[in-house]
């Protein structure tokens, strides 16, 4: 069924249709109860593929969408070329923890009838916000997912 937050008063809406919501626009499934070392695991199961592709895996990361894929590398400071296993435990536990944080800020974002575009920092814009360089922008291989990322900060 169809759902507008900005078509109803907040106080109608419950915090499970919100988040049901939140699933289907976004991809962002409730990861509240997660097991960090299990995801871990399965990760590193994946050592082959790059991160920025293993992100959008619905089997390991039970729904992150495309926007949140973008945020989490840019604030984790990682290329979404990079391989899994490529990656040290101190990256591998920055992409855990921005998914997290990230996931309940774009829920909170929602609950309180805002939008989530002022939290975005590389999807659909042009420059950087931490050195300004512009912005690359391409479909990855090979999920053809709109990314965008800045060579500077994201190593
Ligand atoms: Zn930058």
Known sequence: MPFC?????????????????????????ALFNWNEEKLIELIRQNGERKIGDLLLDQHIFAGIGNILRNEILFRARINPE??????????????IQHTKELS?????AKLDGRGIK????????????ICKTKLKFYR???NKRKTFYCENCQK
């Open 82 to 95: 990079r391989k899994v296993n490529e990656l040290n435990e101190n990256e591998m536990k920055a992409i």
């Open 118 to 129: 002022n939290m975005l920092m590389v999807y659909n814009r042009k420059f950087c916000p």
């Open 140 to 142: 990855q291989e090979p």
């Open 5 to 29: 937050i900005y078509n109803a008063p907040i106080i109608e809406i419950g915090k499970k249709d919100v988040e049901k919501m939140l699933l289907n626009e976004y991809g962002i499934d």
């Open 104 to 108: 309940h800020a774009f829920l909170k």
